[in-house]
């Protein structure tokens, strides 16, 4: 999630203090760190090898290219 993302929802649910801010933003750092196991979505059939390759590309990619990438993705027939 994007520090404005953030900051908008935080705004959202009333008054937040900085600390408050900063905390949330270290756990989603955290969250967004870890890897995702697309292998077992794909091989337990959630998702198929084409839209895990899709993903797998999409997580590498920094927060300023994602969203080219789904563009590009939306255009080769992928469902997201």
């Given at each position: ?12 649910a ?67």
């Amino acid at each position: 999630m994007s520090s404005s993302r953030l900051a908008a929802a935080a705004a959202a649910a009333g008054p937040v203090g900085a600390d408050e801010l900063a905390d949330a933003q270290r756990v989603l750092d955290r969250a967004g760190a870890r890897g995702v196991p697309w292998d077992t979505f794909s091989a337990s059939g959630l998702l198929g090898e084409r839209e895990a390759q899709a993903l797998r590309r999409y997580d590498a990619k920094p927060e300023a290219l994602q969203a080219s990438l789904l563009d590009e993705v939306r255009r080769s027939g992928v469902e997201i």
